[in-house]
């Protein structure tokens, strides 16, 4: 741990040259100029991207992917880990794990593996069945007496059934410690209906996540309350994009989660630094790399059961086996 740091703004000046070729468009960045200056972050920088941005597809995992490369030239030039670039409260980070929609008896495996590995989180991927989702929570909770739980229907509920789902568990004496996505991204009213049962009647928290897909919708979730907390994943809004929820959700009063789509080491690495550097997010769902059969990245950040730790080598600090790569 360190100190924290105050927030700080960075410049950006670059040359960009876009090559079109058969395979589509690749991005030659020539130079990059990174110049630190402690301020407060006000995204003025974030102009200094506007023309790069302009020639991005507006497609979430190609602009993230372009932003963190920029980044992490950026803290490489300089010397400094993207953990310390991003704020520097924190080196660390803990994450949840998630437990895939599978019958009770492969759950509750799962449950036992990762209650030795030391996880204290798991994440429940329900939705499809609702009595079906019960049975499998019975039998994580038998493995795992101990164990926190984040439900995430991924959209899979009508509110009423989603709050049939939060009454069952009253009666089971289960509280999850948030119920992730209950409805439709679109059921904006099913949202806010599930979310003020949830907190008022059983003391749950809702998190917003595919139904938050950008700055506006942010700004929805927040002036209409309709959410608790706003899951951010870097190949859905970009880097910059993260920021800018986050900049916007931080005085809202909401919590923050952070998570990811199916990605290695290298993408949730980049993730992961800047949750342990920003230190805002109360939920840490990082965990597909350890869900991977085959990790293509060496270095980056250490893992210990749900510890994530980062040390001070420049920038990200892992890099890809590139041999291992199907082109
Ligand atoms: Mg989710």
Redesign the pocket.
Known sequence: MVSPNPRFAFELECSIDIVETSLGVHFHCWSVDWKLRPRIMDFFWLHHFKCLMELIPRIGTQRAGVEMALIDAAANSIGIPLWRLFGGVSNAISTDITIPIVSPMEASELASKYRKQGFKTLKLKVGKNLNGDIEVLQSIRAAHPDCLFIL?A?EGYTANEAIKVLEKLHEMDVTPVLF??PVHRDDWEGLGHVSQIAKDKYGVSV?A??SCRSLVDAKKIVQESLADVI?IKLAKVGVLGALEIIDLVRPSGLNLMI?GMVETRLAMGFAGHLAAGLGCFKFI?LDTPLLLAEDPVFGGYEASGPDYSFSNARGHGGFLHWENIAW
Do not use: F, Y
Request: net charge negative.
């Open positions: 995430d991924n992730e996505q998190a996540d595919e899951n998570g769902d």
